[in-house]
């Protein structure tokens, strides 16, 4: 008999333990798949967001990251957004290469329950659970007040811009012309075109363009530093590296060193690695315990490097 009471108390005592809930720590993590897509992975700048994605979902754990590179092209992109709501993944991060042409491979997969989290750059579409990025207006502003005080009586100003459609390349030209245009006597934009964030084509327009000028600009402010690197090859070949200044955006290794060595005058530090991380981190606690973002939209206040501060750059480590 006290076998048999011994017997019932310990499963008494088993059936009320398994009726208390597991603390967070004894929680088994739920496995997720996510799709991480980016515009073009020959962009060290691209590559670098996909390495930080893929870094923080490791960090995380459990997480199986699906890698989609857009290859410049939206019909690839959407494919890969199509390819994966097929496949069932859980959620998305996605980089898009154009505000409006991904809208809707990116809608439906909104509308089939799977979240996303767009990050850099804005898609067209509605019910985003969040968006993560740099305040791409304000890092435009940031080079047009460089502008001002490396040039505080005026300058004559070619800028070029990023990708047609790309909202960044909007909103950065935006910002530059916020702050320059506020005294237009004094800031003459003597050259503007688009340049695609490229750096081969950076080259080629910024040759062309002081081939067609009878007196080299003061500046050239860049949307991008792939186009800027492409840029100061053309000013190497003409002589006019420290005649000409030269201002990038988005803080890469290779442009950090051309601003140690001088040869660029600075570019606009965005912390790419901090928006992605955050933005799998939103993702993740949205798909692991239903929590929102309190604020749908994060945005980073850019900086601009120099020489004097160069040390603020994320990615200062990684300069030789």
Do not use: W
Request: hydrophobic share 45%; net charge negative; aromatic share 4%.
């Amino acid at each position: 008999m006290l076998r048999n009471l011994a017997r019932t108390a310990l499963l008494a005592v088993a059936t009320s333990l398994a009726l208390i809930p597991a603390t967070p720590a004894e929680a088994t993590s739920k496995h997720l798949t996510i799709l991480a897509s980016v515009p073009d992975l020959a962009f060290p700048f691209f590559v670098y967001m996909m390495g930080q994605i893929k870094d923080e979902a490791n960090r995380l754990g459990d997480i199986t990251v699906v890698e989609s590179d857009g290859q410049r092209s939206s019909p690839k992109q959407s494919a890969d957004l199509e390819a994966a709501i097929a496949k069932g993944v859980d959620g998305i991060v996605i980089n898009p290469n154009d505000f409006d042409a991904l809208a809707p491979a990116l809608q439906e997969a909104i509308d089939s329950k799977i979240p996303a989290v767009t990050i850099d750059r804005r898609a067209n579409v509605h019910g985003i659970l969040a968006h993560v990025s740099a305040d791409n207006v304000k890092g435009g502003e940031a080079q047009g007040q460089l502008v001002m005080k490396l040039f505080p009586n005026g300058a004559r100003v070619m800028y070029l811009q990023g990708q047609s459609g790309a909202s960044p390349a909007i909103d950065r030209s935006n910002g530059l012309h916020n702050v320059l245009d506020k005294a237009p006597d004094k800031y003459k934009f003597v050259f503007e075109d688009t340049a695609h964030f490229d750096r081969a084509q950076g080259l080629s327009m910024t040759e062309s363009a002081l081939a067609g000028m009878q007196s080299p600009p003061d500046v050239i402010v860049c949307a991008n530093d792939d186009m800027a690197l492409g840029a100061l090859v053309a000013l190497k070949s003409r002589n006019l590296v420290g005649k000409v200044a030269l201002i990038g955006f988005d803080a890469l290794p290779e442009a950090l060193e051309e601003v140690k060595a001088g040869n660029l005058t600075g570019t606009i530090e965005q912390k790419p690695g901090g928006q992605t991380r955050r933005a799998v981190e939103i993702l993740v606690a949205f798909l692991r315990d239903g929590e929102k973002p309190t604020e749908q939209v994060t945005q980073l206040a850019p900086v601009a490097i120099t020489r004097d501060n160069i040390e603020e750059a994320e990615r200062i480590g990684e300069v030789k």
